[in-house]
């Protein structure tokens, strides 16, 4: 029986989920088809006249001047596509990353950092990302928990660690008496990756001096980094969070030395809940400490 239009839709949205794509980059849609063949036209067009050593003719001599080409045709200009997000290409990563220690360091408060980042085009994830994910609880705590990236439904929010995992990281929390009023959140990349992908070693380093300068200014007496990308960006860590989790070390915040802990994710503990028991010890541990902590000077 032959597929009407409805049911070939159907099923091409049925892939997609099934894979994994869960948000849409832009309002309006956007004819691929159309798009990809005009691209493709203007690409054969501009590929540059390079004769390779391996392409020439053997009669060819290597040194002779390649003959003059003929000029291309012209494509046909593309058909105007709705804009799916800034068209502005970032900077090359090193360029970003040197732009981004410049603009963290300008930041002299929590709030100007935001701001700061809410306008930096550096990071290639801001443009798939729906917001920026800064913080959430109080920047006055003396315990800040960092992660790795935001999720779904952090993206949704704009604030870290509010889906599945947030939740399991609260009654984590509130078990040894805290809540987002006792402790600062944010997390090393602050905007999500699309489909929650790792975030890449470039645009680990283009967020670091944002991450860094949040917890100098936020100035916490302990830090604890949620997972294995948190604790190896934040804390050097070489090993895996399995060996890692439990050791405590310092980490320089640029004013100071305070005391840093990395734990499992709690990503990591709703897939694998036998690490709970490592992470209640972790958290008896973050407990402890914080209770021989000398009392804050004013
Ligand atoms: N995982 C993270 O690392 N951070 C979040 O904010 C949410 C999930």
């Known amino acids: 029986m032959p597929l009407n239009e409805l049911d070939?839709?159907?099923?091409?949205?049925?892939?997609?989920?099934?894979?994994?794509?869960?948000?849409?980059?832009?309002?309006?849609?956007?004819?691929?088809?159309?798009e990809s063949a005009a691209e493709a036209s203007a690409r054969a067009a501009a590929r540059p006249a390079a004769v390779t050593p391996a392409a020439r003719p053997a009669s060819v001599p290597q040194n002779a001047q390649p003959a003059p080409r003929p000029e291309p045709r012209r494509p046909a200009p593309p058909p105007?596509?709705?804009?799916?997000?800034?068209?502005?290409?970032?900077?090359?990563?090193?360029?970003?990353?040197?732009?981004?220690?410049?603009?963290?360091?300008?930041?002299?408060?929590?709030?100007?950092?935001?701001?700061?980042?809410?306008?930096?085009?550096?990071?290639?994830?801001?443009h798939t990302a729906t917001r920026l994910v800064f913080s959430d609880g109080?920047?006055?705590?003396?315990?800040?928990?960092?992660?790795?990236?935001?999720?779904?439904?952090e993206d949704i929010e704009g604030k870290p660690?509010?889906?599945?995992?947030?939740?399991?990281?609260?009654?984590?929390?509130?078990?040894?008496?805290?809540?987002?009023?006792?402790?600062?959140?944010?997390?090393?990349?602050?905007?999500?990756?699309?489909?929650?992908?790792?975030?890449?070693?470039?645009?680990t380093a283009i967020c670091l001096p944002f991450i860094r300068r949040q917890i100098e200014l936020a100035n916490p007496d302990m830090l604890v980094c949620l997972g294995g990308p948190s604790a190896q960006t934040l804390l050097g860590i070489k090993d895996g969070i399995t060996k890692a989790r439990g050791r405590w070390g310092q980490y320089d915040t640029g004013t100071r030395t305070i005391p840093a802990l990395a734990t499992f994710h709690p990503a990591y503990l709703l897939r694998t809940p036998?690490?709970?028991?490592?992470?209640?010890?972790?958290?008896?541990?973050?407990?402890?400490?914080?209770?021989?902590l000398p009392a804050r000077s004013t």
């Open 8 to 34: 070939i839709f159907a099923d091409i949205l049925a892939f997609h989920v099934e894979a994994g794509v869960d948000a849409a980059l832009g309002e309006a849609p956007i004819d691929r088809f159309k």
């Open 80 to 126: 105007p596509a709705a804009p799916m997000m800034s068209t502005a290409a970032p900077p090359p990563p090193d360029v970003a990353t040197v732009e981004a220690r410049e603009a963290a360091m300008s930041a002299p408060t929590l709030e100007a950092l935001r701001t700061i980042l809410e306008g930096f085009d550096g990071c290639p994830l801001k």
């Open 138 to 153: 109080n920047p006055q705590a003396r315990l800040m928990f960092v992660g790795e990236a935001p999720g779904r439904d």
């Open 161 to 203: 660690f509010v889906g599945r995992s947030g939740k399991l990281l609260d009654r984590m929390m509130a078990a040894i008496g805290l809540d987002r009023t006792s402790a600062y959140i944010a997390n090393v990349v602050p905007w999500r990756p699309p489909g929650n992908r790792t975030p890449t070693p470039q645009e």
């Open 274 to 292: 036998l690490g709970k028991r490592m992470a209640w010890r972790d958290f008896l541990a973050i407990s402890k400490a914080l209770g021989e």
